[in-house]
């Protein structure tokens, strides 16, 4: 198992599926990367999101409410475990949007939970919230 080539691998899906939303703004592709088993605590929602056409939905609705006019990760950490095929990916955020006529910038962290099914990675899990406090 080459560790540094399956954690950059890894890494460049995380990237795709954030460009998808934040720069493509086709939050539908999404359903190519969240596992139809996905869930999500999201920093919006009371309850998890559970299965991948419910965290497809609140990703679409967050695009349709504002313009995303920047997007970076920051000092990304992925670890492998199961003999490469699950990771843990975490990261750092930077965002500004505006959304109901007001410019927003913030940020905040990000984990992400994949796995490779059928010789390809799904998100099983997301964890995601602004910075404290």
């Given at each position: 198992m ?5 954690k950059?691998e890894?890494?460049e ?5 954030n460009?998808v ?9 999404l359903?190519?990367?969240?596992h139809?088993n996905?869930?999500a605590?999201t ?6 999101r559970e ?8 990703w679409?609705?967050f695009?349709?409410?504002v313009k ?7 000092d ?8 490469g ?18 410019s ?7 984990m992400?939970?994949?796995?490779k099914?059928?010789d390809?990675w799904?998100?099983v899990?997301d964890?995601?919230?602004p910075?404290?406090?």
């Amino acid at each position: 198992m080459d560790e540094s080539k399956i954690k950059n691998e890894v890494w460049e899906f995380v990237q795709k599926l954030n460009r998808v939303w934040t720069v493509e703004k086709d939050p539908n592709r999404l359903k190519e990367y969240f596992h139809k088993n996905m869930v999500a605590i999201t920093a919006t929602d009371r309850e998890r999101r559970e299965g991948g056409d419910s965290c497809v939905a609140g990703w679409r609705n967050f695009v349709e409410a504002v313009k995303i006019f920047h997007w970076k990760e920051v000092d990304p950490d992925v670890r492998l475990y199961c003999d490469g095929r699950c990771a843990v990916v975490t990261y750092y955020y930077d965002i500004s949007f505006e959304m109901g006529g007001r410019s927003i910038k913030t940020g905040g962290r990000d984990m992400f939970v994949v796995v490779k099914e059928d010789d390809r990675w799904w998100v099983v899990a997301d964890h995601f919230s602004p910075w404290p406090g």
